[in-house]
């Protein structure tokens, strides 16, 4: 693993998010992706240009990078060709470097990524007959210890940076081939704007219609970098996705709940998986931090939420721990109380090895969703995607480790001495 800044694991309380929007890198040049338009315009001020230069080629590079998806500054045709060798020696338009690319048999398809500095993490693309649903990691390992999550297992190393989450959307959109084709036509006012000719610029039916923030790594534990990338994947002059498509799942980080109302405002999806203190206590530790009843008031109070919009628990179903008819029950009591526009996610657990937990049976899975219906709350059945390649919910974790500084400077001796 390469020697770059790790984060302390203290236990139960709020990580410190590594303060950095760009991973530096060996020879010098500053990686774009991740970055927004004034951002950029900075960056070109800095590298020597005027400011209505760097306002010009910001905008030009901003569309190329996030509208066209290009990863090389000759293909950017608008530019001057002598303008495109001085912004290729400053500057880097990057994706994270696939380590291993699997297909499952249901279509499924898992990425293990590597980040410039050597840490890997993985993310997944779920093709449906009417969605594509990608669902993307926000860290390098996770935090939370969740006794049944497979990522929970590991401990964590660093936050992804706003370039390596939004590189993950760029990347799928790179393996699906669904960059927009065709010619532009610009017309440079004296404002500097650049307009489009829409009717020689067509993009092509998408396969990645909706993003899931449910990969490796809990979300609102790195909400400056997550928010910052979100905001590249909506805007209207970036990757154009709604942010109706876009889900946020959190384990209950109910601090930053109504920021990420406020702030991002997309939809919200919660780890509840139990309806007792005592069962989320061994479940999902961080409940001893921030309880049911303190979750549930803040979904109650997160912007935006409605019937069009509802909320989604996900409920793990777990054989004899928190699927009985009691628990459905509960359930349905405690989203009542608290007159939350919820559906319920049943998700049956994904098996992985040393997990000390058991999938309920399909026949206890079934009489849990029928109670939870008879309410009027919908409680679908997610089908397991991608089991054969551990792309499943709550299967992906990767080698990658916190290793400590002694042990770092170690294997950096070995290395100098062979």
Known sequence: MADTTLMSIPGQVDPVPVARDITPREDGRV?????????????FEEAGLDQKQAKLRAKQVFHWLYHRGVTDFEAMTDIAKTMRPWLAERFFIGRPDVVEAQHSTDGTRKWLLRTSDGHEFEM????????????????????????????????????????????????????????????????????????????EYTSDGRLLTNIVMMGMGEPLYNFDNVKGALKLVMDGDGLALSKRRITLSTSGVVPMMDRCGEEIGVNLAVSLHAVTKEIRDEIVPLNKKYGIEELLE????????????????????????????????ELVRLIKHYKLPAKVNLIPFNPWPGATYECSTPERVKRFSEIVFEHGISAPVRTPRGRDIDAACGQLKTAAEKKSRAQRDREAAEAAQS
């Open 31 to 43: 990686d774009l992706i991740g970055l927004p338009k004034d951002r950029i315009r900075e960056l």
């Open 298 to 329: 803040a979904c109650a109070a997160y912007p935006g939420a409605s019937n069009a919009r509802r909320i989604t628990f996900e409920y793990v179903m777990l054989k004899d721990k928190n699927d009985t008819d009691e628990h459905a029950r």
């Open 124 to 199: 997944v693309f779920i093709p449906d007959a009417d969605r594509g649903t990608l669902c993307v990691s926000s860290q390098v390992g996770c935090t939370l210890n969740c006794r049944f999550c497979h990522t929970g297992t590991m401990r964590l190393v660093r936050n992804l940076t706003p370039g390596e989450i939004v590189g993950q959307v760029m990347l799928a959109r790179d393996a699906l081939g669904e960059w927009p084709k065709g010619n532009m036509k610009f017309d440079f006012g004296a404002d500097l704007d650049v307009e489009e000719d829409s009717a």
